[in-house]
């Protein structure tokens, strides 16, 4: 079966945006592995939702051990264009997290997706956040002023949204340093719209390989202690990303036929202990979702794929069992119905 995409016109104008948005993206690592890595492109891997009929995607992976601890450029279209009793039309969206391995270059996330629903109602949901294991005040200042460019007259409600919904009130900080995040963005100008999350993804994609190109060849000097600091902070992300991310835990509550692509913005390893730790700071029921993520993961703390899949089955039995424990997860100044528009 090959993948069928969504017939309304506004899903297939975003399904070409956030496939030439995750081409860009990935050609322009690929060129980095080339010019100071392994010269090694990153490689397609594609999955398809019910055998293509109701969409799927791909997922471009880094291939360059040396650049990357484990990067992932997502493209995913999930649709149900012949089933009107589903609140949802068709969602579209480019997710991609890059980790690299040097401790001193910054990993990004980006969000970037148009969720239509059956009353011919849409919306966006544009983030970008900068994510360094060690803080690089150069880097943040740059980043920062790039959003800010990029973003124009949504700025102020998006660095807002953004400090919010990365805030991890449990260990009492923020994942990264830079937030942005809008939710259910939309204005009466459609085209407008579109323009704007095309231009916001081409832009913060091309800041950050400015920024990383930068630091690969500028900050080559790495010790134990930069790379215990990292292994501390990719213990964070996973914790943030499995404890409190809406869209991942959304993701796999809808189905489990990408499980190891929802899971593509997980680190490589991660410190265990540190992680089984953080159950005594968390609120009821979570303890027991720490707990569980931890004990899945092997004492060298590699996250595997198939490490990948059991946190993923850990993370949908969890929120199964504890539905109320889904209002304890992150959010901007609104809560999409996500799960739900899937459902109904």
């Known amino acids: 079966m090959k993948l069928i995409l969504a017939k309304a016109q506004k899903a297939q104008d975003a399904y070409k945006l956030v496939q030439s948005l995750q081409k860009r993206f990935a050609d322009k690592l690929s060129n980095l592995s080339k010019e100071i890595g392994q010269d090694r492109v990153f490689e397609e891997v594609t999955w398809l939702r019910d055998e293509?009929?109701?969409?799927?995607?791909?997922?471009?992976?880094?291939?360059?051990?040396?650049?990357?601890?484990?990067?992932?450029?997502?493209?995913?279209?999930?649709?149900?264009?012949?089933?009107?009793?589903?609140?949802l039309t068709s969602a579209t969206a480019i997710s991609t997290i890059i980790h690299p391995k040097n401790p001193h270059v910054p990993s990004i996330h980006i969000h970037i997706s148009l969720t239509?629903?059956?009353?011919?109602?849409?919306?966006?949901?544009?983030?970008?956040d900068l994510n360094p294991s060690i803080v690089n005040e150069n880097d943040k200042v740059v980043f920062d002023n790039a959003l800010r460019d990029l973003a124009g007259g949504t700025y102020s409600e998006g660095k807002l949204q953004g400090e919010k919904y990365f805030d991890i009130p449990a260990l009492g900080r923020k994942r990264g340093v830079s937030h942005f995040y809008l939710?259910?963005?939309?204005?009466?100008?459609?085209k407008q719209d579109l323009l704007l999350a095309q231009s916001f993804g081409e832009g913060i994609i091309d800041k950050y390989i400015?920024?990383?190109t930068t630091a690969f060849k500028s900050r080559t000097k790495i010790s134990?202690?930069?790379?215990?600091?990292?292994?501390?902070?990719?213990?964070?992300?996973?914790?943030?990303?499995?404890?409190?991310?809406?869209?991942?835990?959304?993701?796999?509550?809808?189905?489990?036929?990408?499980?190891?692509?929802?899971?593509?913005s997980l680190p490589s390893h991660i410190n265990r202990e540190l992680l089984k730790s953080w159950a005594k700071k968390v609120q009821a029921?979570?303890?027991?979702?720490?707990?569980?993520?931890?004990?899945?993961?092997?004492?060298?703390?590699?996250?595997?794929?198939?490490?990948?899949i059991k946190l993923a089955q850990v993370v949908r039995e969890h929120y199964t069992k504890h539905k109320d424990a889904l209002s304890l997860q992150a959010s901007g100044?609104?809560?999409?119905?996500?799960?739900?528009?899937?459902?109904?």
């Open 210 to 212: 400015e920024i990383i």
């Open 333 to 344: 100044n609104s809560v999409p119905k996500t799960v739900g528009n899937h459902n109904d």
């Open 285 to 308: 029921p979570q303890d027991e979702l720490v707990l569980a993520l931890a004990d899945v993961v092997n004492d060298k703390g590699e996250v595997n794929e198939e490490t990948k």
């Open 52 to 87: 293509g009929f109701h969409g799927g995607g791909s997922r471009f992976e880094s291939r360059d051990s040396v650049l990357f601890n484990t990067g992932s450029v997502n493209v995913s279209q999930v649709h149900y264009d012949e089933m009107p009793e589903k609140q």
């Open 183 to 190: 939710e259910n963005y939309k204005t009466d100008d459609k």
């Open 116 to 128: 239509e629903l059956r009353d011919g109602s849409a919306y966006w949901r544009v983030m970008a």
């Open 224 to 264: 134990n202690e930069d790379r215990q600091e990292q292994l501390k902070y990719h213990t964070l992300y996973l914790f943030q990303v499995l404890t409190l991310d809406r869209g991942t835990t959304s993701g796999l509550l809808i189905h489990d036929q990408n499980d190891v692509g929802i899971m593509g």
